[in-house]
Protein backbone atom coordinates (compact mmCIF):
# COMPACT_ATOMS: atom_id res chain seq x y z
CA UNK A 1 0.00 0.00 0.00
CA UNK A 2 2.34 2.80 0.75
CA UNK A 3 4.07 1.47 -2.51
CA UNK A 4 0.82 2.50 -4.31
CA UNK A 5 1.38 5.74 -2.49
CA UNK A 6 4.67 6.74 -3.52
CA UNK A 7 3.56 5.40 -7.18
CA UNK A 8 0.62 7.98 -6.85
CA UNK A 9 2.47 10.70 -5.82
CA UNK A 10 5.78 10.00 -8.72
CA UNK A 11 2.67 10.61 -11.17
CA UNK A 12 1.31 13.73 -9.78
CA UNK A 13 4.54 15.73 -9.76
CA UNK A 14 5.09 15.65 -13.76
CA UNK A 15 1.44 17.25 -13.75
CA UNK A 16 2.75 19.89 -11.25
CA UNK A 17 5.90 20.58 -13.26
CA UNK A 18 3.72 20.25 -16.58
CA UNK A 19 1.58 23.78 -14.63
CA UNK A 20 4.76 24.92 -13.70
CA UNK A 21 5.61 24.78 -17.52
CA UNK A 22 2.27 26.43 -18.85
CA UNK A 23 2.63 29.01 -16.15
CA UNK A 24 6.05 29.86 -17.21
CA UNK A 25 4.92 30.04 -21.22
CA UNK A 26 1.62 32.34 -19.98
CA UNK A 27 4.03 34.20 -18.39
CA UNK A 28 6.52 34.25 -21.60
CA UNK A 29 3.32 35.10 -24.01
CA UNK A 30 2.90 38.02 -21.79
CA UNK A 31 5.56 39.00 -21.54
CA UNK A 32 5.69 38.91 -25.34
CA UNK A 33 2.37 40.98 -25.46
CA UNK A 34 3.46 43.49 -23.42
CA UNK A 35 7.01 44.15 -25.56
CA UNK A 36 4.32 44.50 -28.47
CA UNK A 37 1.91 46.74 -26.41
CA UNK A 38 5.28 48.53 -26.04
CA UNK A 39 5.80 48.74 -29.62
CA UNK A 40 2.55 49.65 -31.28
CA UNK A 41 3.05 52.83 -28.48
CA UNK A 42 6.53 53.88 -29.31
CA UNK A 43 4.52 53.98 -33.24
CA UNK A 44 2.85 57.64 -33.68
CA UNK A 45 1.27 59.48 -36.52
CA UNK A 46 3.01 62.49 -38.41
CA UNK A 47 0.87 65.60 -39.09
CA UNK A 48 0.58 64.79 -42.97
CA UNK A 49 -0.21 60.93 -42.50
CA UNK A 50 3.03 59.58 -42.12
CA UNK A 51 4.43 56.69 -39.87
CA UNK A 52 7.28 57.90 -37.36
CA UNK A 53 10.20 55.26 -36.99
CA UNK A 54 10.24 54.20 -33.16
CA UNK A 55 12.54 56.21 -31.33
CA UNK A 56 12.37 58.87 -33.53
CA UNK A 57 9.93 61.24 -33.53
CA UNK A 58 11.27 63.46 -36.35
CA UNK A 59 11.96 61.08 -38.73
CA UNK A 60 8.76 60.21 -41.28
CA UNK A 61 8.18 56.13 -42.57
CA UNK A 62 5.84 56.97 -45.13
CA UNK A 63 6.53 59.24 -48.16
CA UNK A 64 5.53 63.30 -47.53
CA UNK A 65 3.34 64.66 -49.78
CA UNK A 66 4.50 65.53 -53.06
CA UNK A 67 2.99 69.35 -53.09
CA UNK A 68 4.98 69.68 -49.69
CA UNK A 69 8.64 69.14 -51.85
CA UNK A 70 10.70 72.47 -51.87
CA UNK A 71 12.63 70.91 -54.89
CA UNK A 72 11.57 69.16 -58.42
CA UNK A 73 11.28 65.02 -57.73
CA UNK A 74 12.47 64.77 -60.95
CA UNK A 75 15.32 67.18 -62.08
CA UNK A 76 15.86 68.52 -58.31
CA UNK A 77 15.28 72.13 -59.16
CA UNK A 78 14.34 74.41 -55.93
CA UNK A 79 10.69 75.33 -56.01
CA UNK A 80 10.75 77.33 -52.26
CA UNK A 81 7.49 78.58 -53.66
CA UNK A 82 4.58 77.17 -52.25
CA UNK A 83 2.16 77.84 -55.13
CA UNK A 84 4.51 76.15 -57.16
CA UNK A 85 3.06 73.03 -59.11
CA UNK A 86 5.40 73.01 -62.28
CA UNK A 87 8.88 72.92 -62.25
CA UNK A 88 10.09 76.07 -64.77
CA UNK A 89 13.47 73.91 -65.47
CA UNK A 90 12.11 70.52 -66.88
CA UNK A 91 8.35 71.06 -66.49
CA UNK A 92 7.67 69.00 -63.88
CA UNK A 93 4.25 68.97 -62.77
CA UNK A 94 3.07 68.19 -59.13
CA UNK A 95 -0.57 67.44 -59.82
CA UNK A 96 -0.12 65.07 -62.94
CA UNK A 97 3.19 63.51 -61.48
CA UNK A 98 4.01 64.15 -65.58
CA UNK A 99 6.68 66.18 -67.34
CA UNK A 100 4.71 68.75 -69.42
CA UNK A 101 6.18 69.57 -72.78
CA UNK A 102 7.96 73.23 -73.37
CA UNK A 103 8.58 75.11 -76.38
CA UNK A 104 11.18 77.82 -76.91
CA UNK A 105 11.91 80.59 -78.84
CA UNK A 106 9.28 83.80 -80.38
CA UNK A 107 6.04 83.88 -78.98
CA UNK A 108 3.39 86.06 -81.02
CA UNK A 109 0.97 88.00 -78.41
CA UNK A 110 -1.67 90.23 -79.93
CA UNK A 111 -2.63 93.14 -78.80
CA UNK A 112 -4.39 94.06 -76.03
CA UNK A 113 -8.18 94.49 -77.28
CA UNK A 114 -9.44 97.53 -77.83
CA UNK A 115 -13.10 97.43 -78.58
CA UNK A 116 -12.44 95.27 -81.79
CA UNK A 117 -15.73 93.26 -82.76
CA UNK A 118 -13.31 90.31 -84.20
CA UNK A 119 -10.30 88.99 -82.59
CA UNK A 120 -7.53 91.48 -82.24
CA UNK A 121 -5.54 90.64 -85.26
CA UNK A 122 -8.03 90.09 -87.96
CA UNK A 123 -8.28 92.52 -90.85
CA UNK A 124 -11.02 95.18 -91.22
CA UNK A 125 -11.30 94.46 -94.94
CA UNK A 126 -11.98 90.48 -95.08
CA UNK A 127 -12.91 89.15 -98.21
CA UNK A 128 -16.60 87.52 -98.34
CA UNK A 129 -17.72 85.36 -100.92
CA UNK A 130 -20.19 87.90 -102.21
CA UNK A 131 -17.15 90.44 -102.73
CA UNK A 132 -16.65 92.35 -104.56
CA UNK A 133 -19.76 92.58 -106.78
CA UNK A 134 -21.92 92.60 -104.14
CA UNK A 135 -21.21 95.69 -102.66
CA UNK A 136 -20.06 97.41 -106.29
CA UNK A 137 -23.98 96.20 -107.19
CA UNK A 138 -25.35 98.00 -104.49
CA UNK A 139 -23.11 101.07 -105.25
CA UNK A 140 -24.66 101.05 -109.08
CA UNK A 141 -27.82 100.70 -108.13
CA UNK A 142 -27.90 103.14 -105.90
CA UNK A 143 -26.44 106.07 -108.01
CA UNK A 144 -28.93 104.85 -110.64
CA UNK A 145 -31.69 105.59 -108.96
CA UNK A 146 -29.90 109.36 -107.76
CA UNK A 147 -29.41 109.62 -111.29
CA UNK A 148 -33.16 109.16 -112.31
CA UNK A 149 -34.09 110.96 -109.21
CA UNK A 150 -32.12 114.44 -110.78
CA UNK A 151 -33.60 114.17 -114.38
CA UNK A 152 -37.03 113.70 -113.09
CA UNK A 153 -36.27 116.55 -110.55
CA UNK A 154 -37.59 114.56 -107.31
CA UNK A 155 -38.39 117.46 -104.98
CA UNK A 156 -35.84 116.29 -102.04
CA UNK A 157 -33.03 116.27 -104.42
CA UNK A 158 -33.10 120.34 -105.41
CA UNK A 159 -33.52 123.46 -102.89
CA UNK A 160 -36.49 125.47 -102.71
CA UNK A 161 -34.28 128.31 -104.80
CA UNK A 162 -34.08 125.85 -107.33
CA UNK A 163 -37.92 125.03 -107.95
CA UNK A 164 -40.15 127.12 -109.48
CA UNK A 165 -43.90 127.34 -110.27
CA UNK A 166 -44.40 126.89 -114.04
CA UNK A 167 -47.27 127.71 -116.14
CA UNK A 168 -50.07 125.05 -114.79
CA UNK A 169 -49.02 125.50 -111.35
CA UNK A 170 -46.83 122.34 -110.89
CA UNK A 171 -43.88 123.39 -109.39
CA UNK A 172 -40.68 122.87 -111.91
CA UNK A 173 -36.61 122.48 -112.01
CA UNK A 174 -34.41 123.86 -114.79
CA UNK A 175 -32.81 121.22 -116.65
CA UNK A 176 -29.69 123.46 -115.97
CA UNK A 177 -30.20 122.53 -112.44
CA UNK A 178 -31.18 118.89 -113.23
CA UNK A 179 -27.38 118.65 -115.19
CA UNK A 180 -25.60 120.59 -112.10
CA UNK A 181 -27.24 117.79 -109.62
CA UNK A 182 -26.45 115.24 -111.77
CA UNK A 183 -23.06 116.26 -111.89
CA UNK A 184 -22.64 117.09 -108.20
CA UNK A 185 -23.73 113.68 -106.71
CA UNK A 186 -20.62 111.67 -108.07
CA UNK A 187 -18.06 114.07 -106.81
CA UNK A 188 -20.67 114.32 -103.31
CA UNK A 189 -20.17 110.28 -103.55
CA UNK A 190 -16.08 110.33 -103.81
CA UNK A 191 -15.17 112.74 -101.08
CA UNK A 192 -17.44 110.44 -99.04
CA UNK A 193 -15.49 108.25 -99.67
CA UNK A 194 -12.26 109.81 -99.71
CA UNK A 195 -13.28 110.54 -96.17
CA UNK A 196 -14.02 107.14 -95.37
CA UNK A 197 -10.84 105.89 -96.14
CA UNK A 198 -9.11 108.19 -94.09
CA UNK A 199 -11.86 106.82 -90.90
CA UNK A 200 -10.34 103.07 -92.37
CA UNK A 201 -6.87 103.74 -92.34
CA UNK A 202 -6.86 105.51 -88.40
CA UNK A 203 -9.54 102.90 -87.69
CA UNK A 204 -7.12 99.90 -88.02
CA UNK A 205 -4.37 101.29 -86.55
CA UNK A 206 -6.45 102.58 -83.28
CA UNK A 207 -8.07 99.17 -83.21
CA UNK A 208 -4.68 97.26 -83.54
CA UNK A 209 -6.13 95.42 -86.53
CA UNK A 210 -4.29 95.14 -89.95
CA UNK A 211 -6.14 97.14 -92.67
CA UNK A 212 -6.78 93.73 -95.12
CA UNK A 213 -7.73 93.77 -99.09
CA UNK A 214 -7.66 97.60 -100.17
CA UNK A 215 -9.73 96.74 -103.10
CA UNK A 216 -12.51 95.34 -100.98
CA UNK A 217 -12.38 97.84 -98.58
CA UNK A 218 -13.03 100.98 -101.44
CA UNK A 219 -16.37 98.69 -102.75
CA UNK A 220 -17.70 98.67 -99.18
CA UNK A 221 -17.01 102.16 -98.89
CA UNK A 222 -18.46 103.03 -102.09
CA UNK A 223 -21.48 100.89 -101.81
CA UNK A 224 -22.05 102.53 -98.18
CA UNK A 225 -21.44 106.41 -99.44
CA UNK A 226 -23.83 105.90 -102.10
CA UNK A 227 -26.47 104.29 -100.04
CA UNK A 228 -26.32 106.33 -98.11
CA UNK A 229 -27.02 109.18 -100.26
CA UNK A 230 -29.95 108.27 -101.24
CA UNK A 231 -31.14 109.98 -98.32
CA UNK A 232 -31.15 113.14 -100.02
CA UNK A 233 -35.26 112.16 -101.40
CA UNK A 234 -36.28 113.35 -98.42
CA UNK A 235 -38.64 116.55 -98.99
CA UNK A 236 -40.01 118.84 -95.87
CA UNK A 237 -41.90 121.81 -95.95
CA UNK A 238 -38.75 123.28 -93.96
CA UNK A 239 -35.41 123.38 -95.36
CA UNK A 240 -33.66 123.57 -92.20
CA UNK A 241 -35.68 120.84 -91.03
CA UNK A 242 -35.44 119.07 -94.08
CA UNK A 243 -31.35 118.91 -93.67
CA UNK A 244 -31.36 118.16 -90.39
CA UNK A 245 -33.49 115.25 -90.79
CA UNK A 246 -31.56 113.60 -93.83
CA UNK A 247 -27.94 114.73 -92.21
CA UNK A 248 -29.34 112.14 -89.19
CA UNK A 249 -30.78 109.51 -91.54
CA UNK A 250 -27.54 109.61 -93.50
CA UNK A 251 -25.64 109.35 -90.40
CA UNK A 252 -28.05 106.46 -89.41
CA UNK A 253 -27.66 104.26 -92.68
CA UNK A 254 -23.89 104.96 -92.61
CA UNK A 255 -23.19 103.44 -89.36
CA UNK A 256 -25.37 100.78 -89.11
CA UNK A 257 -23.76 99.58 -93.09
CA UNK A 258 -20.21 100.12 -91.78
CA UNK A 259 -21.06 97.78 -88.56
CA UNK A 260 -22.39 94.79 -91.17
CA UNK A 261 -19.91 95.73 -93.97
CA UNK A 262 -16.76 95.64 -91.45
CA UNK A 263 -18.31 93.21 -89.00
CA UNK A 264 -17.73 96.05 -86.31
CA UNK A 265 -19.07 96.45 -82.77
CA UNK A 266 -21.33 99.62 -82.35
CA UNK A 267 -18.60 101.25 -80.69
CA UNK A 268 -16.44 100.73 -83.37
CA UNK A 269 -19.23 101.62 -86.01
CA UNK A 270 -19.42 104.93 -84.07
CA UNK A 271 -16.26 105.57 -84.21
CA UNK A 272 -15.57 105.22 -87.44
CA UNK A 273 -18.26 107.17 -88.57
CA UNK A 274 -16.85 109.73 -85.82
CA UNK A 275 -13.48 109.84 -87.72
CA UNK A 276 -14.93 110.11 -91.53
CA UNK A 277 -17.60 113.35 -90.69
CA UNK A 278 -14.55 114.57 -88.82
CA UNK A 279 -12.28 114.16 -92.33
CA UNK A 280 -15.28 115.70 -94.48
CA UNK A 281 -15.75 118.95 -91.89
CA UNK A 282 -11.54 119.75 -92.60
CA UNK A 283 -12.07 118.84 -96.53
CA UNK A 284 -14.86 121.20 -95.96
CA UNK A 285 -12.71 123.91 -94.47
CA UNK A 286 -10.48 123.83 -96.81
CA UNK A 287 -11.58 123.04 -100.19
CA UNK A 288 -14.40 125.10 -102.23
CA UNK A 289 -15.13 121.88 -103.91
CA UNK A 290 -16.69 120.82 -101.33
CA UNK A 291 -18.84 123.81 -100.47
CA UNK A 292 -19.76 123.91 -104.15
CA UNK A 293 -20.95 120.20 -104.44
CA UNK A 294 -22.79 120.35 -100.87
Not at 112 to 121: I, P, R
Not at 156 to 181: N, P, S, Y
Not at 234 to 263: D, N
Not at 264 to 289: E, H, I, N, T
Amino acid sequence: MAEEERDNDSVEEPEASNGEGVERNANVDSADGDDAHDDGADKSVTEDGGEKIPGDKDAPMGPLPIETLDVCPNCGESMRDTDTLVCIKCGFDLKTLKVMETETGETMVTPVETGASAASGDPLARPWAVDPWAPLALAGLAVAILAVGYLTAQAGLFDEAQITAGTDGVAEVAWKHRFVGLAQFPLLIGIWVLCGFGAFFTGGWMFARPRGDIAIAAARLLAIAATARLTSFISLPYPQLERLVEAGASAAVIFLLIMVAFRLKPRDSGVMLGLGVLAFLVLYSVSGVVAWVT
